[in-house]
């Protein structure tokens, strides 16, 4: 991928980024309902992630919706421990304290809402590039 290329990409998924993240802070301050704040923003918390990772690793998106629904699978696992009381506040609040397993299956939502970002993304650029598909 040209120089760039990979600047415009890295652009668009930081707009991507900022936009979501202020989406989610939105819902954070103001949504206070039982189906945005609970379920859509744990969807969009993984769609943001990935964002946000696809700024770094630009060049590499296949299987990345993958380790970014595994990190979110991992910090929901980490709440059935209480670790959240042992660090500083900023970390807790981002490891969060309560599980639920309703967030498990929302951050696979978000996770195949990316993948099918990557997938789309993908064939669209094989396309334009004229390489055929090997599947």
């Given at each position: 991928?040209?120089?760039?290329?990979?600047?415009?990409k890295r652009l668009l998924y930081a707009a991507a980024f900022a936009v979501l993240l202020g989406v989610e802070v939105?819902?954070?301050?103001?949504?206070?309902?039982?189906?945005?704040?609970?379920?859509?923003?744990?969807?969009?918390?993984?769609?943001?992630?990935?964002?946000?990772?696809?700024?770094?690793?630009v060049n590499k998106p296949r299987f990345l919706s993958v380790w970014v629904t595994?990190?979110?699978?991992?910090?929901?696992?980490?709440?059935?421990?209480?670790?959240?009381?042992?660090?500083?506040?900023?970390?807790?609040?981002?490891?969060?304290?309560?599980?639920?397993f309703k967030d498990l299956i929302c951050y696979a939502v978000g996770g195949a809402v990316a993948a099918a970002w990557d997938i789309l993304k993908y064939r669209t650029e094989e396309k334009n590039s004229g390489i055929k598909p090997t599947h």
């Open positions: 991928m040209s120089g760039r290329r990979a600047i415009r939105l819902i954070a301050l103001f949504v206070h309902d039982s189906f945005v704040r609970p379920y859509l923003g744990d969807v969009l918390a993984v769609v943001t992630v990935y964002c946000g990772a696809r700024i770094v690793f595994a990190l979110a699978f991992a910090v929901e696992l980490i709440q059935l421990t209480d670790i959240s009381d042992h660090v500083g506040s900023v970390l807790a609040v981002i490891l969060g304290s309560t599980f639920d």
